[in-house]
């Protein structure tokens, strides 16, 4: 079955330290992928996203991810995290073949101490 | 990019009783899409709403519980029929400009059944 995982639900750092998110699927065919933010009271938001070329796509904010295709992951990093980063981060896989939607990892709950 | 109003923000239902939830999009677009986010949990498809045709159920949601309306290309309804505590959720609308761009979301709907 098609799934996004993600392996840390609750993350608290403290500002200036890195962040890694990791993200899984599950899906045979060619797919998009997507990190969205959602802070709080606020809606989903696009953080970054990867199509095709280049692996390593720079989204807002000075986040970046990676695509692993042999790992079928899509990690989301921030070399240095500001207390305005607190939300909830989900990955996300668009199938591009077949059924046509997006999946949706569980979500990463991230709290940054000033 | 698109731009998405959902009424009602929140509200709280008695048991038995059903809401129609609205989904206003700024521009035209084809697919539309409805979502649970139960708490502590990921997004999860209910129902993908093409203009001019029945909307396509996910397994797990039926018709009957969830109806929706479709009317024209930037307006959609889900209406929660017969609700219980267990329906109690937000509720997001979310359209795709597809190709090369990403999903976007309306700010959802926080149902709650008493």
């Known amino acids: 079955a098609q799934s996004v995982s993600q392996h840390n639900h609750h993350v608290i750092l403290s500002e200036a330290a890195s962040l890694e998110l990791g993200c899984n699927y599950s899906y045979g065919g060619t797919v998009n992928l997507f990190w969205y933010v959602q802070y709080p009271g606020q809606h989903l938001q696009l953080l970054l996203k990867?199509?095709?070329?280049?692996?390593l796509v720079k989204g807002i904010k000075g986040f970046e991810a990676e695509f692993i295709k042999s790992k079928f992951s899509f990690n989301l990093r921030k070399p240095s995290v500001q207390w305005s980063d607190t939300a909830e981060y989900f990955c996300?896989?668009?199938?591009?073949?077949?059924?046509?939607?997006?999946?949706f990892g569980t979500g990463t709950r991230l709290k940054v101490l000033a | 990019s698109a731009v998405i109003s959902q009424k009602p923000s929140r509200d709280i239902c008695q048991r038995g009783t059903s809401l129609t939830i609205q989904c206003q999009v700024d521009?035209?677009?084809?697919?539309m899409f409805w979502y649970r986010q139960q708490p502590g949990q990921s997004l999860t498809l209910i129902a993908t709403?093409?203009?001019?045709?029945?909307?396509?159920?996910e397994s797990g949601f039926v018709i009957d519980k969830f109806p929706i309306s479709r009317p024209n290309l930037t307006f959609s309804t889900l209406t929660v029929s017969n609700m219980s505590p267990e329906d109690s959720s937000i509720y997001l609308c979310?359209?795709?400009?597809?190709?090369?761009?990403?999903?976007?979301f309306g700010q959802g709907t926080r149902l709650t059944v008493v």
């Open positions: 709403a093409n203009q001019g045709s029945e909307a396509t159920y």
């Open positions: 979310s359209v795709d400009g597809w190709m090369n761009t990403e999903a976007f």
């Open positions: 521009s035209q677009v084809t697919m």
């Open positions: 990867y199509f095709s070329g280049d692996p």
């Open positions: 996300a896989v668009r199938t591009t073949s077949g059924t046509y939607k997006y999946i």
